[in-house]
């Protein structure tokens, strides 16, 4: 989200004006890329909050995977898990219409109050995750 609300505080939502790609290309920032409008930083922002997306969908995978082989003792955190990635794919889907759609406020609205619901699901599976792993233990507490 940080990288998102940065793209759009300087303005370079539509910096990469393709999508997946980035005119075009996966890396732009080789060869003779013209960028009418847009700074090479706007650019590299946009293109690296796309990179960094991805990178936050395979952790995402990653998740789900260890929930499933080492807290069997804890479906609803695989559950919670596998609604996080399918979150994660409207969200690139989101992302892509933003891009596609000319920034239309609906789509860019969607794409961050479902951004907001993904950070409310990891933040309730690590929670769940510390609660399984003995991490508050009321037992414990002093009277």
Same mark, same amino acid.
């Given at each position: *989200?940080?990288?998102? #609300?940065?793209? +759009?505080? &300087?303005?370079?939502?539509?910096?990469?004006?393709?999508?997946?790609?980035?005119?075009? +290309? /996966?890396?732009? %920032? %080789?060869?003779?890329?013209?960028?009418p409008?847009?700074?090479?930083?706007? $650019? /590299?922002?946009?293109?690296?909050?796309?990179?960094?997306?991805?990178? $936050?969908? /395979?952790?995402?995978?990653?998740i789900?995977?260890?929930?499933? +082989?080492?807290?069997?003792?804890?479906?609803?955190? %695989?559950?919670l898990? $596998?609604?996080?990635?399918?979150? %994660?794919?409207?969200?690139?889907?989101? @992302? @892509?219409?933003?891009?596609? #759609?000319?920034?239309?406020?609906?789509?860019?609205?969607?794409?961050?109050?479902?951004?907001?619901?993904? &950070?409310?699901?990891? *933040?309730?599976?690590? /929670?769940?995750?510390?609660?399984?792993? @003995? @991490? =508050?233990? =009321?037992?414990?507490?002093?009277?």
């Amino acid at each position: *989200m940080l990288m998102g #609300g940065y793209v +759009k505080a &300087i303005g370079a939502g539509l910096s990469c004006p393709d999508w997946p790609l980035c005119y075009g +290309k /996966f890396f732009p %920032f %080789f060869g003779s890329v013209e960028t009418p409008g847009y700074t090479p930083w706007q $650019v /590299f922002a946009e293109w690296f909050h796309r990179l960094w997306a991805s990178f $936050v969908g /395979f952790v995402l995978l990653g998740i789900v995977y260890q929930a499933r +082989k080492y807290r069997q003792d804890a479906p609803l955190l %695989f559950s919670l898990g $596998v609604i996080c990635v399918a979150l %994660f794919g409207v969200q690139v889907l989101l @992302g @892509g219409l933003t891009v596609i #759609g000319d920034l239309n406020e609906f789509i860019v609205v969607a794409h961050l109050a479902n951004a907001i619901l993904i &950070i409310m699901l990891e *933040m309730t599976i690590a /929670f769940i995750s510390f609660i399984y792993s @003995g @991490g =508050l233990n =009321l037992k414990n507490l002093p009277e």
